[in-house]
């Protein structure tokens, strides 16, 4: 009788009611451990930032399963990642949510989606999972976590409560309206965990050029993004988009990752390069512009370049040259054609003044890595204190990337837990 009450004792408090908290969760249902399981979510409703990611519509993971090519999304955490991965891969999650009603798409550049478009309907196969069977708690804060001789103290403004193991999955700092506002870190700060240093990742930027500005709605399909920082060459290639405030798309977010703590602002603005097309270097772009005008001499020299980028952009090189885009080809200087060609390799310079407020999509840093068993996300500091999603160290691009990094680090935290009480028990 003893043992039995024991079991029923067992009380497991999950922070964070995101992606890394709801898998938790649900795999300690499927593992059926015998605990009292407690879901603390701040908002009024679970999944909130899981819901509207996506656009709305929810990139539920990646269709790269690729062990390699996967773990080349994360800036930071990748290896950290690899375990997790091995549990729940790509391909593994897309049958989970399939087999839990789900039905989901994979689109041609690899990103996944639930085919009714709706990312409410991800959230929705939690809250079903969870009736009656788990106490979810919503429109509650954790205020203060203490480890205790015999488990942990939580606070909230109902009181304390006691609990044996803890899951803190209550996010980064990014997304701020989404109640991911960094509480995760101050609670691994009170178990005598590290956080390392914090910055925005994948956000779009303000620049200062007009012209740029002036190009709002143009898109480049395989745009470079090129800096120098801290002595080191930084750079990213991809899908660009102008816009009303400066710069935005998968390349502008994948470099954001890459320079995430910079400083930058009007005081002291980072300047990049922009190739417009990331395959072309000054050599092989002054050859083939020299190859055009001698080639078509009685073309106006902007609908050269217009072969070779946008219209709009073309004329903004050309301005920025000070070369009359009416300007026949064959009365192009050497001078010139050069001028034009370092502006379509790297020259073309914008300097970024701000980062977009809100639309940081992730947090880069949080939790330290080395003190966490990346087998099964549990503390090397203090046993029974768990770890999983975005309050890690770990951050990827866009494309499905950091739901991915975290279901598979939840999953990992709720097979291990369930392991550990298997065995004690």
Same mark, same amino acid.
């Given at each position: 009788?003893?043992?039995?009450?024991?079991?029923?004792?067992?009380?497991?408090?999950?922070?964070?009611?995101?992606?890394?908290?709801?898998?938790?969760?649900?795999?300690?249902?499927?593992?059926?451990?015998?605990?009292?399981?407690?879901?603390?979510?701040?908002?009024?409703?679970? /999944?909130?930032? &899981?819901?509207? %990611? $996506? =656009?709305?519509?929810?990139?539920? +993971?990646?269709?790269?399963? @690729?062990?390699?090519?996967?773990?080349?999304?994360?800036?930071?955490?990748?290896?950290?990642?690899?375990?997790?991965?091995?549990?729940?891969?790509?391909?593994?999650?897309?049958?989970?949510?399939?087999?839990?009603?789900?039905?989901?798409?994979?689109?041609?550049?690899?990103?996944?989606?639930?085919?009714?478009?709706?990312?409410?309907?991800?959230?929705?196969?939690?809250?079903?999972?969870?009736?009656?069977?788990?106490?979810?708690?919503?429109?509650?804060?954790?205020?203060?976590?203490?480890?205790?001789?015999?488990?942990?103290?939580?606070?909230?403004?109902?009181?304390?409560?006691?609990? /044996?193991?803890? &899951?803190?999955? %209550? $996010? =980064?700092?990014?997304?701020?309206? +989404?109640?991911?506002?960094? @509480?995760?870190?101050?609670?691994?700060?009170?178990?005598?965990?590290?956080?390392?240093?914090?910055?925005?990742?994948?956000?779009?930027?303000?620049?200062?050029?007009?012209?740029?500005?002036?190009?709002?709605?143009?898109?480049?399909?395989?745009?470079?993004?090129?800096?120098?920082?801290?002595?080191?060459?930084?750079?990213?290639?991809?899908?660009?988009?102008?816009?009303?405030?400066?710069?935005?798309?998968?390349?502008?977010?994948?470099?954001?990752?890459?320079?995430?703590?910079?400083?930058?602002?009007?005081?002291?603005?980072?300047?990049?390069?922009?190739?417009?097309?990331?395959?072309?270097?000054?050599?092989?772009?002054?050859?083939?512009?020299?190859?055009?005008?001698?080639?078509?001499?009685?073309?106006?020299?902007?609908?050269?370049?217009?072969?070779?980028?946008?219209?709009?952009?073309?004329?903004?090189?050309?301005?920025?040259?000070?070369?009359?885009?009416?300007?026949?080809?064959?009365?192009?200087?050497?001078?010139?054609?050069?001028?034009?060609?370092?502006?379509?390799?790297?020259?073309?310079?914008?300097?970024?003044?701000?980062?977009?407020?809100?639309?940081?999509?992730?947090?880069?840093?949080?939790?330290?890595?080395?003190?966490?068993?990346?087998?099964?996300?549990?503390?090397?500091?203090?046993?029974?204190?768990?770890?999983?999603?975005?309050?890690?160290?770990?951050?990827?691009?866009?494309?499905?990337?950091?739901?991915?990094?975290?279901?598979?680090?939840?999953?990992?935290?709720?097979?291990?837990?369930?392991?550990?009480?298997?065995?004690?028990?």
């Amino acid at each position: 009788m003893n043992n039995r009450t024991e079991k029923r004792e067992m009380k497991i408090a999950i922070i964070g009611g995101g992606a890394a908290g709801m898998m938790a969760a649900a795999t300690l249902l499927e593992e059926v451990v015998d605990a009292e399981i407690h879901l603390f979510e701040k908002n009024n409703v679970l /999944g909130k930032k &899981v819901s509207i %990611s $996506g =656009g709305g519509r929810c990139n539920v +993971t990646t269709g790269i399963n @690729d062990k390699n090519i996967l773990l080349s999304k994360y800036t930071r955490g990748s290896k950290f990642l690899i375990p997790a991965f091995g549990l729940f891969p790509p391909d593994k999650v897309f049958k989970w949510f399939e087999e839990q009603g789900i039905p989901l798409k994979i689109k041609n550049d690899l990103r996944v989606f639930p085919k009714s478009d709706n990312g409410k309907d991800v959230v929705k196969l939690f809250e079903d999972l969870f009736k009656n069977k788990i106490k979810v708690h919503l429109d509650l804060s954790i205020e203060s976590i203490e480890p205790t001789e015999k488990g942990f103290t939580l606070t909230t403004k109902n009181g304390k409560d006691c609990f /044996g193991i803890v &899951v803190i999955t %209550s $996010g =980064g700092n990014a997304y701020r309206h +989404t109640g991911s506002t960094g @509480d995760g870190y101050d609670f691994a700060k009170s178990c005598k965990h590290s956080i390392t240093k914090l910055g925005p990742s994948l956000n779009s930027f303000e620049v200062k050029e007009d012209w740029c500005k002036e190009l709002a709605g143009i898109s480049l399909e395989n745009a470079k993004l090129i800096t120098n920082t801290n002595k080191e060459k930084t750079s990213a290639v991809g899908p660009f988009l102008f816009t009303h405030f400066g710069i935005s798309g998968p390349v502008t977010f994948a470099f954001s990752s890459n320079t995430a703590f910079e400083k930058i602002d009007k005081k002291c603005p980072l300047k990049i390069g922009l190739i417009p097309n990331a395959e072309y270097n000054f050599n092989s772009l002054d050859k083939l512009l020299q190859n055009l005008i001698a080639e078509n001499g009685a073309k106006q020299i902007i609908n050269i370049i217009s072969e070779l980028t946008t219209r709009r952009l073309a004329e903004e090189i050309l301005k920025i040259s000070k070369i009359n885009k009416d300007k026949k080809s064959a009365e192009i200087k050497k001078e010139e054609r050069n001028e034009i060609s370092h502006l379509l390799s790297g020259k073309l310079e914008l300097n970024l003044i701000a980062r977009r407020s809100g639309d940081e999509f992730v947090t880069a840093g949080g939790v330290d890595l080395n003190e966490v068993n990346r087998k099964t996300m549990e503390s090397k500091i203090l046993p029974n204190l768990y770890f999983a999603g975005e309050v890690l160290d770990i951050d990827g691009l866009t494309g499905g990337f950091n739901l991915q990094s975290a279901w598979a680090t939840g999953r990992l935290a709720g097979t291990s837990i369930a392991r550990k009480l298997k065995i004690e028990n």
